[in-house]
């Protein structure tokens, strides 16, 4: 990596994790400054091939991931609020919101796949599972199927009691809406960028 882009990088991570902490996410911020930590010292390794440059790709994905978390981690009620206030089809509204509230339940599911794996002594240990791994498959995807399908029919239901068929605007115990700290991450970012910019043709 050359020396700009190097401070591109960094400036990018250090503006998306002091985001994420004015959003309320500091374990999250630390958590993906450390992984970007970890990945940008790795990029300085002499590692060529399919290696490096999958390393190289990681490091370009961190920082948009570490804003990405701020939406990620936020109630799916207060994102439709928000695109209901865009304007958006309410298909498009819905699938997204769907996709958002569905991943999170995902991981508990798959969490209590695996503990109930553990609780019948399936396989006790891990190496049981790569020596075996049509039967962990088994054991792993028929149940979580079984569980995804128990658990979008709930999702319907709750959403068809929440009033997700109105026409009407939705109100939302949730405040969206573009605040100061959104206004100064936007301006410091441009800010900076424009810097960098004026630095390189400087130079």
Not at 40 to 59: K, M, Q, S, T
Not at 77 to 106: D, N, Q, Y
């Amino acid at each position: 990596m050359v020396i700009a882009d190097l401070r591109l990088i960094i400036m990018s991570q250090i503006i998306a994790a002091v985001y994420l902490i004015l959003n309320g996410r500091v374990r999250l911020s630390i958590l993906c400054t450390l992984w970007f930590a970890v990945f940008f010292v790795l990029g300085l390794l002499p590692i060529a091939g399919v290696y490096g440059e999958f390393i190289l790709n990681l490091i370009h994905a961190i920082p948009p991931f570490t804003v990405g978390c701020a939406l990620f981690t936020q109630s799916p009620s207060a994102i439709m609020c928000a695109l209901e206030k865009w304007h958006v089809p309410k298909s498009v509204t819905v699938g997204i919101c769907m996709a958002f509230r569905f991943g999170s339940l995902l991981v508990f599911e798959i969490k209590s796949v695996i503990n109930g794996i553990r609780m019948r002594s399936i396989f006790p240990h891990v190496k049981d599972a790569v020596t075996h791994p049509a039967l962990a498959y088994e054991c792993i995807y028929v149940p979580l199927v079984m569980r995804s399908l128990r658990l979008s029919s709930e999702l319907a239901a709750s959403a068809r009691l929440k009033g997700i068929e109105i026409h009407e605007g939705r109100t939302s115990v949730h405040h969206v809406g573009f605040e100061l700290r959104d206004a100064a991450a936007a301006l410091i970012i441009v800010a900076i960028f424009a810097a960098l910019i004026v630095w390189d043709m400087v130079i």
